[in-house]
């Protein structure tokens, strides 16, 4: 996989609805290297414009596929921040 | 239910069950056509949900909704749950359509359709199906108030009126 | 979903509920018209059941059946049923029509359409309404079988084979 | 009302489904008078052709109304005996 560049500009995450009007951004590149822990993702992203508007437990996606923040984000992973869902 | 989709029959009533349709969509969706897919010989009862948006919401009027999807995770999820009570039940024959984009009052912006040879186990599955929808899919709702203001929707956020 | 019909929507979201259409009826069921019935504005559900008739019951091939009514009888004891949950319950929006006559494989037998601003009031609706048809309406149906028999079906008779 | 001549020929009887076929025909003329318990009536059906086929407790309905076996029939009641319903 071609990873090194995403981990040299950090990891990209995609941003949907509330997160990605407070962050201003569909997809953001956060200042750390993968492999990580997604606590260590979502906490290098509070610090960041926009993500004082994040709550205690954000919702995150791997590769479409819900994780736990005790999660480990691989290099060249799909990573989303998912807002509170609301669909129907 | 009078579609050229809806006929001719399948010929045998232990047609394969299961999910026969899930789809994340821009145009609007066709109930008619969501029940034909669900439909065969064997069928003795469809429950349809539809889910469709309304002119007030939370005491505020509402003039329309913008819907998100985080497309092709909404879509597997959508997927897996809509196999969920499909798994226990190979009678069941599930098809769901959600619509993303900006809809207007009544739109319809989901549609869940559930047969089976008998009705407890379709109005069953689509009890099931809107619950977890709202629950698991990575969908998100904006809506568009009559001043002007948008708010996306947070199912989790304190409600400022009873629910 | 589109039908002439469909539109336009009242202004108020605060429109009537209440039993807006109950038939007995011998010409196919318009299930997208029932929805119609159903819907205004303030609608954010909508939960349609449809009976439809199948091609095996009991474990014996069915080739049609024959739907017979107390026309003026099922008329009232339909209009009573869909009542009863709009008693206590203002928002709630119900149309329902039962079909008589001869029906073919996969007809719709009955169609209960039910809106409500919410889902749960919608959905419990429908299967109160279809529970209590059953029991209370007086229609009746005769299955005619491939082998050119006809039973009138007696739900109240021990069944041949695990319901 | 004008139910001296229907009482005269008994109370007539709206059958359905199972219980027309089996008694041959879509109304009977039962062959006691107005007012009458609804019991009396049934027992009174029971012993004409086809009468054998109805259940111990039989539905019954008067001027479309559901009502119980110790219901009394008046003279010019709209009475029918309904067969196990079977809808939907």
Chains 1, 4 share one sequence.
Request: aromatic share 6%; hydrophobic share 45%; with cysteine.
């Amino acid at each position: 996989m071609t990873t090194s560049n995403s981990n040299h500009a950090g990891i990209p995450v995609l941003l949907f609805a509330s997160y990605a009007d407070a962050f201003g951004a569909r997809t953001v590149q956060v200042p750390v290297s993968a492999p990580c822990r997604a606590s260590v993702l979502v906490d290098a992203m509070r610090v960041m414009p926009g993500g004082a508007r994040l709550p205690e437990v954000p919702l995150l996606a791997v590769n479409q596929t819900w994780i736990d923040l005790d999660a480990v984000v691989q290099p060249g992973d799909e990573v989303a921040l998912i807002p509170p869902v609301a669909g129907g | 239910m009078k579609s050229p989709s809806f006929r001719p029959w399948p010929v045998v009533s232990d047609a394969m069950g299961g999910v026969v349709h899930v789809a994340v969509v821009h145009d609007p969706i066709g109930t008619a056509e969501l029940i034909a897919r669900v439909q065969h010989a064997g069928i003795g009862a469809v429950s349809l949900f539809l889910g469709t948006v309304r002119d007030l919401n939370d005491g505020r009027a509402v003039s329309g909704m913008e819907y998100e999807a985080y497309m092709g995770m909404a879509d597997s999820e959508l997927r897996a749950i809509a196999g969920e009570p499909c798994a226990s039940d190979p009678g069941l024959v599930v098809a769901v359509e959600h619509r993303v984009g900006t809809l207007a009052i009544g739109d319809v912006s989901v549609a869940i359709a559930c047969a089976h040879a008998h009705r407890a186990p379709a109005m069953d599955a689509a009890r099931y199906i809107i619950d977890e929808l709202k629950r698991r899919v990575p969908i998100w709702k904006q809506e568009h108030y009559l001043d002007g203001e948008r708010v996306w929707i947070d199912p989790t956020a304190p409600a400022r009126t009873p629910a």
